[in-house]
């Protein structure tokens, strides 16, 4: 399946050239939680300024998710009037799929009466079928809600849609915004740091949360043909497996996230030696940098070479797969991976360490992958011809 | 795509014995429940009993679980043993956990936390449980299955959809079986949510082929289905046709059509363009309660009806446009059923169930 549009929007930049000027020069927008009112102290990646033309009040995970759309359809050649082509939609959320206003939800606790304002925005905010309906979409579409997996796995739904003959073009990523209720939630878990975020790194004390949403425009062939387009990525395997162990612990052998990679891989008929680089999960707990990190090494060995984007990012949830099978694609079109912001200490009990500085990369493959509550791991092999 | 097992819990029980008993009885009175959102305090709910659970193996794989995913886990449970595969060895099975709300009474639990205890201090157990993806993470577990496991929503289509997914997981190779079900649960808040955009039945009979006015009954319950391509002895039926909206039209003649009117629209009159004087209707949602993801207790219905070769009675027979309904349970040949769901921008979907 050819990759014919790139989208993206998150605390490192509008638009995927403000991102890798960012990527470039290491820049880290991370500060405190502007966007609400919170007693906590933990640094956030906040998307500061969010194009006006797609800022709909109370909205915010919908107005993020509309402007990677926009990038990525505009990249690809396709107008805002879609009713004219065989297009799916696939997004990936956390924050979206839930009636987690506090303040609706104070209102009712008080009083047994709420006003209906944000009901009505969360029924109307399915974030694949408001972007359908936005794009007069005439295939699929489906919101994911795989928690931090989501928009990885929601490239996967796309990509068997397309195998299936269900739709000729696919819009799929994820999309999330900074909310209240996983700040706490995650706060409740003790994951996330009162530091800016060190993927891997030796003395990593947990994730930042950040917002921002990634979108890609998927191909078949015969579509990017007839449309007269051209392309040199490609999205070449997709795997998914669950560790069927723990509602929020990865499993420790890493087995799922292994078989998700190797499903990926053989996916795209290619072996290990064949990536080029890998866009790790990276999220700077404990836990999931140990487990990723050692699978990683074991099946790579350590000459591989990997980096976390979180650093630039925070953990965008529903919306770190997409937004990191943009860049890990636009990373094998530009030739360079960026430096893993937050890493300065190698752990002695992680086999692999990120790259320290911005690094060539002139492979085919590049492989991306995620973990998420509840087990599930996923992966993407994205490829560059040509 | 074949069913080759199902599993089910609503209001009228938990197994497919209990609900070809409620097929078979017709309709009972929905349960009394408090509703402080009301004047008079008092309304109506199909809401499922998890109490008298005899699976302990399964009650301490999900020991911290919510009812939501209790549900799920017991559904999921059930679809793979009626199905009477014992032996997964070497195969891949997924999990597709279709949900138009999630766990959204955890979730209000999990706010209810913030509030009384400060942003520092509420229970990480609800938050874990309150992610949406909680169930089909609890069902992973619960059963060994270590296959693509993932969680949809899309209000009204979100069952049609992950049964459109399912059957490319399985025509792609990607698993040789799918878990493919859904799990909604009544709460306070969404009994008020309801309330304000809908209008209740205050005889707690939903009717089905009334379609404007139209009153609902919240409903709650988990079903699951285990499709492969393959067909065992035990097979329900085959889903022959996943069809979303225009592509309906060319639709194959049917022997019955089981809409999901269930006043969850605001007007269901829409539901009368599908229908035709040469096949009989029904429509089952007055035994489980209103959901936006009923198309898959509909679809049990269906299952059962395929496999035992049985139409059953619609358990609410007003039928004030003078409709060909199914009125009495008997004997029948049916070959293909349909299963029509509409959402609220009139958008309409098609499951096509056939006898094995």
């Not at chain 1, 799916?88 to 008080?110: H, M, P, W």
């Not at chain 1, 497996?241 to 990865?250: C, K």
């Not at chain 2, 799918?178 to 939903?206: M, P």
């Not at chain 2, 060909?324 to 169930?353: F, H, M, P, Q």
Request: charged share 20%; glycine share 10%.
């Amino acid at each position: 399946m050819l990759i014919t549009g790139l989208g993206v929007v998150s605390a490192a930049g509008v638009g995927l050239d403000n991102t890798l000027d960012s990527f470039s020069r290491g820049k880290r927008n991370a500060g405190r939680v502007t966007l609400f009112e919170t007693s906590l102290p933990y640094p956030v990646f906040e998307v500061k300024d969010i194009p006006e033309k797609f800022y709909m009040e109370g909205r915010r995970t919908l107005s993020l998710a509309l402007c990677a759309v926009d990038e990525a359809l505009g990249n690809a050649e396709l107008g805002s009037d879609l009713s004219g082509f065989r297009v799916g939609v696939c997004l990936g959320t956390t924050v979206a799929s839930q009636l987690n206003d506090i303040e609706f939800y104070k209102s009712y606790r008080n009083t047994r009466s709420a006003p209906m304002t944000s009901a009505n925005r969360y029924l109307k905010g399915n974030v694949a079928e408001f972007i359908s309906r936005r794009f007069k979409v005439r295939g699929p579409a489906l919101t994911v809600v795989n928690a931090c997996s989501s928009g990885t796995d929601a490239i996967g739904v796309a990509i068997s849609w397309l195998n299936n003959g269900l739709c000729d073009i696919a819009i799929a990523g994820g999309a999330d915004e900074m909310n209240i209720v996983p700040l706490c939630g995650f706060g409740s878990l003790g994951v996330l740091s009162s530091e800016l975020c060190m993927p891997f790194d030796r003395d990593r004390k947990g994730l930042n949360l950040g917002e921002g949403a990634g979108i890609l425009v998927i191909e078949t062939r015969e579509s990017v043909e007839k449309r007269g387009m051209t392309s040199g990525l490609f999205i070449s395997g997709y795997g998914s497996a669950s560790d069927s162990y723990h509602l929020t612990a990865p499993r420790p052998d890493g087995a799922g996230l292994e078989a998700s990679i190797s499903k990926a891989l053989s996916d795209a008929g290619i072996t290990l030696a064949d990536v080029s680089f890998v866009n790790a999960h990276g999220t700077a707990t404990t836990d999931n940098d140990l487990v990723e990190g050692r699978l990683l090494g074991k099946i790579f060995g350590a000459g591989l070479k990997m980096l976390s984007t979180k650093g630039y990012t925070g953990h965008t949830l529903g919306a770190a797969g997409g937004m990191e099978a943009v860049f890990s694609a636009a990373a094998l079109r530009e030739g360079w991976i960026p430096a893993s912001a937050g890493f300065e200490n190698r752990d002695e009990n992680i086999p692999v360490a990120p790259v320290v500085r911005k690094t060539t990369v002139d492979g085919r493959y590049a492989l991306s992958t995620s973990l998420a509550f509840g087990g599930n791991n996923a992966a993407l092999v994205l490829e560059r011809k040509g | 795509m074949n069913v080759l097992g199902m599993g089910i819990i609503c209001a009228q029980g938990r197994g497919v014995d209990r609900f070809r008993d409620a097929l078979n009885r017709g309709w009972q009175k929905p349960a009394e429940i408090g509703a402080s959102y009301l004047k008079d305090g008092k309304s109506f709910a199909y809401l499922a009993d998890i109490r008298n659970i005899a699976d302990r193996t399964l009650l301490k794989k999900m020991r911290r679980s919510d009812k939501l995913s209790k549900m799920a886990v017991y559904a999921a449970s059930e679809a793979f043993k009626n199905s009477g595969i014992e032996n997964i060895d070497g195969k891949t099975v997924g999990i597709i956990t279709a949900t138009a709300f999630g766990p959204h009474v955890t979730t209000f639990d999990f706010l209810d936390e913030i509030l009384q205890y400060g942003e520092l201090h509420p229970s990480p157990t609800s938050f874990s449980n309150s992610v949406h993806n909680a169930a089909s993470s609890y069902i992973s577990s619960a059963l060994n299955i270590q296959g693509p496991t993932l969680t949809v929503t899309q209000f009204f289509f979100s069952f049609q959809s992950a049964l459109q997914l399912a059957r490319s997981w399985l025509n792609e190779g990607r698993c040789d079986y799918v878990l493919v079900g859904t799990a909604e649960q009544y709460g306070d808040v969404l009994g008020y949510i309801y309330n304000e955009k809908l209008r209740a039945a205050s005889d707690g009979r939903i009717k089905p082929f009334d379609f404007n006015p139209v009153f609902h009954v919240p409903g709650e319950g988990a079903v699951f289905f285990l499709l492969s391509n393959r067909k065992t002895d035990n097979t329900f039926c085959e889903v022959e046709n996943i069809l979303m909206d225009a592509e309906t039209e060319n639709s194959p003649q049917v022997d019955l059509n089981i809409i999901d009117a269930d006043g969850m629209l605001a007007d269901e009159s829409v539901y009368a363009y599908s229908l035709s004087e040469d096949i009989p209707a029904a429509a089952y949602s007055p035994l489980f309660g209103s959901m936006m993801t009923g198309s898959a207790f509909n679809c049990a219905a269906g299952a059962l009806m395929l496999k035992e070769q049985i139409k059953y009675a619609n358990p609410v027979r007003d039928n004030p446009h003078g409709l060909n309904i199914v009125s009495e349970t008997k004997k029948d040949n049916i070959e293909l059923i349909r299963i029509i769901r509409y959402n609220c921008y009139g958008n309409k979907a098609g499951v096509y169930l056939g006898k094995k």
